[in-house]
Every structure is written in structure tokens, then in C-alpha cells.
């Protein structure tokens, strides 16, 4: 948008103006809490149990011999049980989940259903959680979200993707792309192997992969392999997957910071079967009274990006966005086009307590701005609107935005 609307806009084009503007301020306010809570996710993503005590003995691997078994991995059919514990360094989030899920991020997508799983996902941004996993092929996997008073599952069943959250009787339908297409945005990865695989994405000449010993995981005996950024200025301390020894299918996925510390996510199968899971297993009808909401059409995910393409296209409100450096340093920067972090109240206490806790003023050459920070992703608001953030550090994103002057 020009910076000046031309003497004959109508009081049409300039509300539209002013809703605009609006927006963008809103998504530089809500990209933190998104990118956290995303990084969460898709970090969580590269899952899948504490390690049973006593490291097999077995035959010697190299890292790129143990990389090239993840990749061969054929497993198609499994079912277990998955524990995932994760401390990003989070307050406590209280009600941002329902806050979000009605629609503060997501712009009322899903009309705010419970059973929608972008923001079901929030959940597994903090404490521990017991997942219950199956998948038979590509097109047919189930994973559901235990507590102690409710379950919710997310079910993909060729093209049908179902979401239940058994607390509220509430449903979420939409569809996928069938066989062989990459999974779509919504439906959470069935396998620790599709997870690891976008760990091992990461791999370049900027890190360091080795092979760590050995454990036992779920009873099965697995490789350790140990992923490490070379370059100082990363969040992210080491990355250790534990690799079944006979399939090459990861099992347990650790992240550890390099603030040191207790591990990000801690995460991997409890118990784990390589039987067909039963068909009726991913069979799913609503309940008799359930509320149902129809979602948008899942569409697989784009190809991977290269430094300095546009990210952000066709996200809305947040075009423009793009790369700085590569590998483990990589920050994402867009223009919001707005004015930073707005001030006072959001008009949700919820958020608005969420990013105080969060949020730290800095200055540099690029002016003045807010660092959110959380043990892995850390995100800058500057006053002017523009957004710095990646799993790196203060100092480094302050840099970033000064080299950008």
C-alpha cells in the first residue's frame, strides 16, 4: 500500500485503509505467540519415551550410514504410546488456548471449535502429555490426546480429516489430499519418522552429526544420533534421536538448549507394535448430538524454502516474509506494515497477560522494539513493525535488525 491514499479516496477506501493497518498491527501482536506455540509443535513434530535403562551392544554405524537408515525406513504400520514432555520456559498459559481457538489467531477459520486441531495443538506447548499413535499407510493414521477426564483425537481416514474433542462433543471435519501427497498443515504427523525427517532437514555444513552410543526405547534396541549447530548465536543446543536398530525407525526425540537445562522436549514412544492396527481403528462417525464444523480444505504444504524467498505469500497480513542467514541461525523478517507492539490492552486478558510475561525492551541501530523470549524461540517486535525471529538469541536478533538499517 502507498504511504499516501490519493485526495479522492472515499470514506469506503479509507475505513478499508484503516482495517488493513489494523490487521497487520494485530498479526505483528499475534505472530509471537504463534511462532511459539508453532515452533512448539513442529519441534514436538520431530517426536517421538524415556529410555528404558542399559545401552545394547551393537554392530559399529557411521552417522551417515545411521542417516541413510532413518531415510530407508519402510514402517508404514505401528500403534503405541507416545510421552511428550516440553518446558519452553512458558508462564503458565491458563486460558490462551480457548482464547486462540476463538479465534484470536486464526481469524475464525474453524468458526472457534474445540475439536480444531491448530488449536488443540497449543496444549502440547507446555507440561507432559500421553499420546496414543496409529497409522496404517499414508493415507490412514490416528492420534489422540489423552487426559484425565477427556480424550481428544485427530483422525485421517483417506480423505476425511476428523477432529473430536470428547469433553465438548464437538467435531471438526475437512479433507486431504489421498496417497502419496505430503501431509496437509492440519493433520498431525502419525510417525516419529516423518518428524525426524524434517529434523534431519536442518543438516548442512553448519553442523555436526555423530553417532552417541546406544539406549533401549520401548524395549527395542536404537543408535543415538547426536545433532549439533557449529555456529554460536543458536538456542539449540544439541538434537538426539534414538533410531531403532532394526528398522530405522526414530524413537525418542531430545532437544536440549544451549542455555543448558533441563531439555525443551523430551519426547518418544512409551510402548511401540509394528502389527497392522485393526481397521475400525481409524473408522469415525459423530457422536449423536455432537456439534460438527466443517473446516477449510487441507492442501498439502509447499515445498521447502530457500534464504530470502517469500514465506509469508498468501498467509495474509504477513507477505513479505523471508530469510536472513542460513542453518541453525536462520531468522525469519517480515514488515507487519503496522506499528510494533500495540499498546495497552488486546481486550483479552488472557494474551495480553501471556505477552507482558514474555516481552523485554531493547534498542539498537534499528531504533527500539519488544524481544519475546522463550528457551528456544525468540521473536522482535520493532516499533516501526517489523519482525525478527528464529531459534537464536537476543543479541542475534538485535544484530539482524541493525544490519537490515
Same mark, same amino acid.
Given at each position: 500500500?502507498?504511504?499516501?491514499?490519493?485526495?479522492?479516496?472515499?470514506?469506503?477506501?479509507?475505513?478499508?485503509?484503516?482495517?488493513?493497518?489494523?490487521?497487520?498491527?494485530?498479526?505483528?501482536?499475534?505472530?509471537?505467540?504463534?511462532?511459539?506455540?508453532?515452533?512448539?509443535?513442529?519441534?514436538?513434530?520431530?517426536?517421538?519415551?524415556?529410555?528404558?535403562?542399559?545401552?545394547?551392544?551393537?554392530?559399529?554405524?557411521?552417522?551417515?550410514?545411521?542417516?541413510?537408515?532413518?531415510?530407508?525406513?519402510?514402517?508404514?504400520?505401528?500403534?503405541?504410546?507416545?510421552?511428550?514432555?516440553?518446558?519452553?520456559?512458558?508462564?503458565?498459559?491458563?486460558?490462551?488456548?480457548?482464547?486462540?481457538?476463538?479465534?484470536?489467531?486464526?481469524?475464525?477459520?474453524?468458526?472457534?471449535?474445540?475439536?480444531?486441531?491448530?488449536?488443540?495443538?497449543?496444549?502440547?506447548?507446555?507440561?507432559?502429555?500421553?499420546?496414543?499413535?496409529?497409522?496404517?499407510?499414508?493415507?490412514?493414521?490416528?492420534?489422540?490426546?489423552?487426559?484425565?477426564?477427556?480424550?481428544?483425537?485427530?483422525?485421517?481416514?483417506?480423505?476425511?480429516?476428523?477432529?473430536?474433542?470428547?469433553?465438548?462433543?464437538?467435531?471438526?471435519?475437512?479433507?486431504?489430499?489421498?496417497?502419496?501427497?505430503?501431509?496437509?498443515?492440519?493433520?498431525?504427523?502419525?510417525?516419529?519418522?516423518?518428524?525426524?525427517?524434517?529434523?534431519?532437514?536442518?543438516?548442512?555444513?553448519?553442523?555436526?552429526?555423530?553417532?552417541?552410543?546406544? #539406549?533401549? &526405547?520401548?524395549?527395542? !534396541?536404537?543408535? +543415538?544420533?547426536?545433532?549439533?549447530?557449529?555456529? $554460536? /548465536?543458536?538456542?539449540? %543446543? *544439541?538434537?538426539?534421536?534414538?533410531?531403532?536398530?532394526?528398522?530405522?525407525?526414530?524413537?525418542?526425540?531430545?532437544?536440549?538448549?544451549?542455555?543448558?537445562?533441563?531439555?525443551?522436549?523430551?519426547?518418544?514412544?512409551?510402548?511401540?507394535?509394528?502389527?497392522?492396527?485393526?481397521?475400525?481403528?481409524?473408522?469415525?462417525?459423530?457422536?449423536?448430538? #455432537?456439534? &460438527?464444523?466443517?473446516? !477449510?480444505?487441507? +492442501?498439502?504444504?509447499?515445498?521447502?524454502?530457500? $534464504? /530470502?524467498?517469500?514465506? %509469508? *505469500?498468501?498467509?495474509?497480513?504477513?507477505?513479505?516474509?523471508?530469510?536472513?542467514?542460513?542453518?541453525?541461525?536462520?531468522?525469519?523478517?517480515?514488515?507487519?506494515?503496522?506499528?510494533?507492539?500495540?499498546?495497552?490492552?488486546?481486550?483479552?486478558?488472557?494474551?495480553?497477560?501471556?505477552?507482558?510475561?514474555?516481552?523485554?525492551?531493547?534498542?539498537?541501530?534499528?531504533?527500539?522494539?519488544?524481544?519475546?523470549?522463550?528457551?528456544?524461540?525468540?521473536?522482535?517486535?520493532?516499533?516501526?513493525?517489523?519482525?525478527?525471529?528464529?531459534?537464536?538469541?537476543?543479541?542475534?536478533?538485535?544484530?539482524?535488525?541493525?544490519?537490515?538499517?
Amino acid at each position: 500500500m502507498a504511504p499516501y491514499e490519493s485526495d479522492h479516496s472515499t470514506n469506503a477506501d479509507e475505513a478499508e485503509a484503516d482495517d488493513v493497518r489494523t490487521g497487520r498491527r494485530k498479526a505483528a501482536r499475534y505472530v509471537v505467540p504463534v511462532a511459539v506455540m508453532g515452533m512448539a509443535a513442529a519441534t514436538i513434530g520431530l517426536v517421538p519415551a524415556l529410555a528404558d535403562s542399559g545401552d545394547p551392544d551393537l554392530p559399529k554405524i557411521s552417522a551417515q550410514q545411521l542417516i541413510e537408515k532413518i531415510a530407508k525406513s519402510d514402517v508404514e504400520q505401528l500403534s503405541g504410546t507416545v510421552k511428550i514432555s516440553t518446558d519452553l520456559g512458558l508462564p503458565d498459559l491458563g486460558g490462551l488456548e480457548s482464547s486462540f481457538a476463538s479465534g484470536a489467531v486464526q481469524g475464525g477459520g474453524s468458526g472457534g471449535s474445540s475439536a480444531d486441531p491448530s488449536s488443540k495443538l497449543l496444549e502440547l506447548a507446555t507440561g507432559t502429555h500421553t499420546l496414543r499413535v496409529a497409522a496404517d499407510g499414508p493415507d490412514k493414521s490416528k492420534v489422540s490426546l489423552l487426559d484425565s477426564a477427556a480424550e481428544y483425537s485427530l483422525i485421517h481416514n483417506g480423505t476425511d480429516v476428523w477432529g473430536y474433542d470428547s469433553k465438548s462433543n464437538e467435531v471438526y471435519h475437512s479433507t486431504a489430499p489421498k496417497s502419496g501427497t505430503e501431509k496437509g498443515q492440519e493433520d498431525v504427523p502419525a510417525t516419529p519418522q516423518e518428524l525426524a525427517d524434517e529434523a534431519l532437514k536442518a543438516v548442512d555444513d553448519t553442523t555436526s552429526v555423530t553417532v552417541d552410543g546406544t #539406549a533401549q &526405547v520401548a524395549g527395542r !534396541d536404537a543408535y +543415538k544420533l547426536l545433532i549439533k549447530p557449529k555456529q $554460536s /548465536g543458536s538456542t539449540v %543446543g *544439541a538434537i538426539t534421536i534414538a533410531v531403532d536398530s532394526k528398522t530405522g525407525l526414530p524413537l525418542k526425540f531430545t532437544l536440549t538448549p544451549a542455555s543448558g537445562g533441563a531439555a525443551v522436549v523430551d519426547a518418544g514412544f512409551t510402548k511401540v507394535d509394528f502389527s497392522k492396527p485393526a481397521a475400525s481403528t481409524f473408522d469415525f462417525t459423530p457422536p449423536k448430538g #455432537a456439534k &460438527v464444523t466443517e473446516g !477449510d480444505d487441507v +492442501k498439502a504444504p509447499e515445498s521447502s524454502q530457500k $534464504s /530470502g524467498e517469500d514465506l %509469508g *505469500a498468501g498467509l495474509g497480513g504477513l507477505e513479505g516474509l523471508k530469510t536472513i542467514g542460513e542453518g541453525w541461525n536462520s531468522i525469519a523478517e517480515f514488515d507487519t506494515g503496522g506499528e510494533g507492539v500495540p499498546s495497552g490492552s488486546s481486550g483479552n486478558s488472557n494474551v495480553d497477560g501471556f505477552l507482558n510475561s514474555l516481552g523485554d525492551q531493547v534498542t539498537g541501530k534499528f531504533g527500539s522494539g519488544t524481544v519475546f523470549s522463550t528457551r528456544l524461540v525468540n521473536a522482535l517486535i520493532t516499533d516501526d513493525g517489523k519482525v525478527y525471529a528464529g531459534a537464536v538469541t537476543k543479541d542475534a536478533l538485535v544484530k539482524a535488525a541493525d544490519a537490515a538499517q
